[in-house]
């Protein structure tokens, strides 16, 4: 099969790359109160695009046809005319599953299947689809205090040499980075973090810092809010 895969590309005369369907938004939060919930989609080119979405729950390499997740999403194909939107609508199906005391995770999909170039049709042209994957998340009613609750809830805990950063809240939470906080500005470049790459930290639970803190008692991190804005907050044990 690999020999045929590299004899097939080996044969083809031109490969293009081009992402023109673009999500409006980093992230999507659905409300429990909520019937449904719209999700804009933009075409950017000057031609019509072929867009396939599916929700996951949390395998990306799921085919859409195996997943079972409680959410419908239409439509599930459709083509968006050239500086054209298209409105994806998401409803909550049987969450009765779903914890009422947290937020629960899921990913929103849109594969991105342009047109064949004219007069490419018919020649040995590989034709490139992209798939852009956001975190689809459903939130109960009830969780105390809304998102802006997040940043008190966020600590370090150290055990030993060890250390973590404590989310106890009922949130999912995105940290990019952390540091000793030493009095700078919060919204300062970080110039070094304990982090090694971008924290996603379940509710309730305790991520491994990458980097040992030492002495320091404060720390200072930027996470991503329900906007996709980085949100500075200084934080302590």
């Avoid at 940043?151 to 950063?165: E, I, R, T």
């Avoid at 404590?166 to 500005?185: K, Q, R």
């Avoid at 930290?201 to 991190?221: E, M, Q, V, W």
Wanted: charged share 20%; with cysteine; proline share 6%.
């Amino acid at each position: 099969m690999l020999r045929t895969l590299i004899g097939f590309c080996a044969l083809l005369s031109s490969f293009s790359v081009f992402s023109s369907i673009i999500i409006n938004s980093t992230r999507v939060i659905y409300p429990q109160n909520a019937g449904f919930i719209n999700v804009q989609l933009v075409n950017q080119s000057t031609s019509t695009h072929l867009v396939q979405a599916w929700i996951d729950d949390g395998d990306p390499a799921k085919s859409p046809e195996k997943i079972r997740v409680p959410f419908s999403l239409t439509p599930a194909v459709a083509k968006v005319e050239a500086n054209a939107g298209q409105a994806l609508r998401l409803a909550k199906q049987d969450i009765s599953a779903l914890p009422k005391d947290r937020e629960s995770v899921y990913w929103l999909n849109v594969l991105d299947v342009p047109p064949i170039p004219a007069g490419e049709a018919g020649t040995n042209y590989l034709q490139v689809a992209l798939r852009s994957r956001i975190k689809l998340f459903y939130r109960p009613e009830g969780l105390n205090g809304g998102e802006k609750i997040i940043d008190s809830q966020l600590s370090v805990k150290k055990d030993g040499g060890k250390a973590c950063l404590n989310n106890a809240s009922p949130y999912y939470v995105t940290v990019v980075n952390i540091a000793p906080f030493h009095g700078e500005n919060l919204k300062a470049t970080f110039t070094s973090s304990l982090l090694n790459e971008t924290a996603f930290i379940a509710p309730f639970s305790c991520h491994p810092l990458d980097k040992a803190p030492g002495n320091a008692s404060k720390f200072r991190l930027s996470r991503i809010d329900d906007f996709g804005s980085h949100r500075f907050v200084m934080t302590g044990e």
